[in-house]
């Protein structure tokens, strides 16, 4: 198993953190993992993308050029990235502020609505937990539990009280997310 | 009778302090980096800290002070001894640390590091000696030659609107709340000597007590910088680096005595 | 198995000099490369170690701190990124004249001048062939994973203390941003006893004054102080270490370091999808450069890619170390942008397996 995935959105959707969660999650299942981010303009608003690899050996480029998945959270990320999955791969996006959906036919596209569910949730903090349930429920690559885990372990102790929460949303993620066909 | 009969302990008047190696001295004679150098290592020896004293040689004509001090020693580079001694000091705790620097180190490169040091109150003590020129490279114009004097590289005089205002960095330091003890002394006469040596006493004392940091400027010569006989630099010195550095205590525990300082600072001292 | 934990390379670095009983650490922000500081300052490493921990107020002060505390035989450090590591080169000459142990982290990023804030192995020559002025080598380690950033502060440490020596962690924005698993090693305590045959703590009356210094005014003596310097370089390369990746089978051969490297096993293993046959020989010292490995093998290769995140500089001691018998060429996107996998691929093909 080598999943190599790309999360990409705005400063502030939580993609690093999704991102740091997801290779925890990895660890948590004994996988070798790398979490590579774009840095340098990481404030709110700014484009954040980050790539994590989750892989049953050593990882070997942490940067990459090509995707088995890409998440994708807003236009810019989408107009960037969506060449840059494989063929047979799957792009993950959120419609919100979508005005260009995405083209390709050769790859596996899912959408969910996860800014419209945590709007609904009553807390646009579990926007990026629903959009992790949703890749997870696509590509089930790391059991639900060590993804909890992993959570945990990503989270400040602070912010334990929030772990229910972000299990829900995960869980409503999984729920929502659906195929989209171009 | 004979040099013999003289030379017995009971005819002992003056000697070396121990702690001054028996190198001769590099400067030129009547020089005051030597008489400063005696003074300090007279207070180490009286404070019986040559076992926990650490010097920081800088780059001037001073460069080989730690061939003439019996104390551990590091050279550093150009206007960066107050950085060394912050990273000796803060190691070091309990140590006893102090710089000794020349005008074109301490207040032209190593500026940043002067303020900087002093600022955050090391607890260390910082030797200033400003002769107003580059002594060592053969006089040239430091950021302390008086409006007006000659150097090599300002040979008619130096002018203000071209050259820049000569700086009082004494006086800034003194202003900075880190510091705790900043004076200006001078060592070209006896009664200006025992002043300067009860300053090393006091600024070595200061940083026994963990204070913050003592700074002790001393005017000096540079005869054959200034291209005078050392008696007659004395003389010019007197007459006008004096008045432009005026010599006395201008902080002592943390309060600003000096009372140009106070009238910059709009306080009534009279 | 000790403690893992996920992080980026900066902050490993920062964790590691805790562990290995660094005394301290004086430093200065710049990007990429300002997690080092704000982790030591944010895990108190002041209270865990008693480990000092400073911000400078340039990175000119930082390393005249390193070099006041080395001089009393501390285990100290200091990190930066390329414009910073520039200014640090005096204080950098004086230690490696001075002979003083400590250690330097450089986390690369694109230049000349400001440059840019991305990743970048264009430090290269400024790292190995001395980098400030006078006959000088440092110490050169390259990590190529958050692993080796905590195990080469360790390393980098004992070694500059063997050969009394500044050692150099030379990292980029790849390896100092990105997390990854490290197996963090056991806490060590801070040395308590000084070799008092050079440092200076202060004259005891058992011994002579002890001077650090790098003058010489005597230029015969000078020479013999370079002669000595010169001597240590040569047995510094006791220590040269490499590693081979597919390299037992190989017809051709990738030479990089640090994230290159990384990237280049990539390239590797598509190059064997393939069925070419490439191994990658990873440089982990840089000085010492691992020359006669690569020397051996390039007797079994028709090519050698060396691979760097730069204009072309390794690529020198590569040619030097193969003495002109097999063909060498570069390849790297430099000035901030990483090479892709398949862009290395594409050029080893252009270059060396088709030309």
Same mark, same amino acid.
């Given at each position: 198993m080598n999943e190599e995935i790309i999360i990409a959105g705005f400063g502030g959707q939580g993609v690093l953190s999704m991102g740091k969660i997801l290779a925890y999650s990895g660890i948590m299942q004994n996988m070798e993992v790398s979490w590579m981010p774009s840095y340098g303009p990481?404030?709110?608003?700014?484009?954040?993308?980050?790539?994590?690899i989750l892989s049953d050996e050593r990882v070997s480029s942490p940067v990459l050029n090509t995707y088995d998945t890409a998440i994708i959270l807003n236009q810019q990320s989408l107009d960037k990235f969506e060449d840059k999955v494989k063929p047979g791969g799957l792009l993950l996006y959120d419609s919100n502020g979508i005005t260009r959906?995405? $083209?390709?036919?050769? $790859?596996?596209?899912?959408?969910? !609505?996860?800014?419209? !569910?945590?709007?609904?949730?009553?807390?646009?903090?579990?926007?990026?937990?629903?959009?992790?349930?949703?890749?997870?429920?696509?590509?089930?690559? @790391?059991?639900?539990?060590?993804?909890?885990?992993?959570?945990? *372990?990503?989270?400040?102790?602070r912010h334990h009280h929030l772990m229910t929460l972000n299990e829900e949303a995960i869980k409503r993620g999984m729920d929502i997310v659906k195929p989209f066909h171009p | 009778m004979d040099i013999k009969d003289i030379i017995k302990p009971e005819n002992l008047v003056y000697k070396r302090t121990p702690l001054l190696t028996s190198n001769t001295l590099s400067y030129c004679p009547g020089c005051g980096h030597g008489t400063t150098h005696r003074v300090i290592m007279e207070v180490i020896e009286e404070m019986g800290i040559?076992? %926990?004293?650490?010097?920081?040689?800088?780059?001037?004509?001073?460069?080989?002070?730690?061939?003439?001090?019996?104390? %551990?020693? @590091?050279?550093?580079?150009?206007?960066?001894?107050?950085?060394v001694a912050t990273g000796i000091k803060r190691t070091w705790p309990e140590k006893f640390v102090f710089s000794y620097q020349g005008d074109g180190d301490l207040a032209a490169i190593g500026t940043s590091e002067t303020i900087h040091c002093c600022n955050r109150g090391e607890s260390i003590v910082i030797i200033f000696i400003n002769n107003g020129i580059y002594g060592m490279t053969g006089g040239q114009m430091a950021p302390t030659t008086l409006v007006g004097m000659k150097s090599s590289t300002s040979p008619y005089g130096r002018d203000v609107a071209f050259m820049g205002n000569p700086l009082k960095i004494t006086e800034l330091v003194a202003q900075l709340p880190g510091t705790c003890f900043v004076t200006r002394q001078a060592v070209h006469t006896p009664a200006a000597v025992r002043k300067t040596?009860?300053?090393?006493?006091?600024?070595?004392?200061?940083?026994?007590?963990?204070?913050?940091?003592?700074?002790?400027?001393? @005017?000096? /010569?540079?005869?054959?910088?200034?291209?005078?006989?050392?008696?007659?630099?004395?003389?010019?010195?007197?007459? /006008?680096?004096?008045?432009?550095?005026?010599?006395?205590?201008?902080k002592v525990d943390g309060r600003i005595v000096s009372k140009e300082l106070l009238s910059l600072a709009g306080v009534k001292t009279e | 198995m000790g403690e893992?934990?996920?992080?980026?390379?900066?902050?490993?670095?920062?964790?590691?000099?805790?562990?290995?009983?660094?005394?301290?650490?004086?430093?200065y922000p710049i990007t990429p490369q300002s997690e080092v500081l704000e982790y030591l300052m944010s895990e108190k490493a002041y209270e865990r170690t008693g480990m000092v921990v400073l911000q400078a107020e340039s990175e000119l002060a930082a390393i005249n701190m390193v070099y006041g505390a080395a001089s009393t035989g501390k285990r100290v450090m200091t990190s930066s990124s390329s414009p910073g590591i520039s200014l640090k080169q005096e204080g950098i000459s004086y230690m490696a004249g001075a002979e003083l142990p400590c250690l330097i982290v450089n986390v690369v990023r694109g230049g000349p001048g400001l440059g840019t804030i991305q990743p970048s192995q264009a430090d290269y020559f400024q790292s190995t062939k001395g980098g400030g002025h006078g006959d000088y080598r440092l110490l050169v380690l390259a990590p190529a994973s958050?692993?080796?950033?905590? %195990?080469?502060?360790?390393?980098?440490?004992?070694?500059?203390? *063997?050969?009394?020596?500044?050692?150099?962690?030379?990292?980029?924005?790849? $390896?100092?941003?990105?997390?990854?698993?490290?197996?963090?090693?056991?806490?060590?305590?801070?040395?308590?006893?000084?070799?008092?045959?050079?440092?200076?703590?202060? *004259?005891?009356? /058992?011994? !002579?004054? /002890?001077?650090?210094t790098s003058l010489n005014l005597d230029p015969v003596l000078q020479e013999q102080h370079n002669h000595h310097l010169q001597e240590k370089y040569e047995r510094m390369k006791a220590e040269v270490r490499f590693e081979r990746y597919h390299c037992d089978d190989a017809e051709y051969l990738m030479v990089a370091y640090g994230s290159s490297a990384r990237i280049c096993q990539k390239a590797v293993l598509l190059a064997r999808e393939k069925g $070419?046959?490439?191994?990658?020989?990873?440089?982990?010292?840089?000085? #010492?450069? #691992?020359?006669?490995?690569?020397?051996?093998?390039?007797k079994q290769v028709k090519g050698i890619l060396s691979v760097e995140m730069s204009a072309g500089q390794m690529i020198e001691d590569v040619r030097l170390a193969v003495h002109d018998t097999v063909k060498v060429e570069h390849y790297g996107r430099y000035g901030g942008v990483i090479h892709s996998p398949e862009e290395v691929l594409d050029a080893f093909m252009k270059k060396i397996v088709g030309g």
């Open positions: 990481e404030m709110r608003g700014g484009t954040a993308n980050v790539t994590v959906h995405p $083209i390709r036919k050769d $790859i596996n596209i899912q959408l969910v !609505e996860a800014a419209t !569910e945590s709007a609904r949730m009553g807390s646009t903090r579990t926007f990026n937990m629903i959009v992790l349930g949703a890749y997870l429920k696509t590509k089930p690559i @790391v059991a639900l539990e060590n993804v909890l885990k992993g959570l945990k *372990k990503s989270l400040p102790s | 040559q076992a %926990d004293t650490i010097g920081i040689a800088p780059v001037g004509c001073s460069v080989l002070a730690y061939d003439f001090m019996d104390i %551990d020693m @590091v050279q550093a580079a150009h206007g960066r001894a107050p950085a040596k009860k300053a090393v006493r006091m600024a070595f004392e200061n940083q026994k007590a963990n204070k913050g940091l003592s700074f002790i400027e001393v @005017v000096s /010569n540079c005869n054959s910088g200034w291209k005078m006989t050392p008696v007659a630099a004395n003389k010019w010195m007197e007459e /006008n680096m004096f008045p432009f550095y005026p010599l006395g205590d201008m | 893992l934990q996920l992080m980026k390379g900066n902050e490993a670095i920062a964790e590691a000099a805790i562990r290995a009983g660094c005394d301290a650490y004086f430093g958050v692993q080796e950033m905590s %195990d080469f502060v360790k390393l980098a440490f004992d070694l500059a203390f *063997k050969y009394r020596n500044p050692a150099l962690i030379l990292s980029d924005g790849v $390896i100092g941003q990105m997390m990854e698993k490290v197996e963090l090693f056991e806490q060590q305590p801070r040395a308590t006893t000084f070799d008092q045959s050079w440092v200076t703590t202060g *004259k005891t009356p /058992n011994r !002579e004054r /002890n001077i650090i $070419i046959r490439v191994g990658l020989l990873r440089p982990i010292t840089l000085y #010492p450069f #691992p020359s006669e490995p690569l020397l051996e093998l390039s």
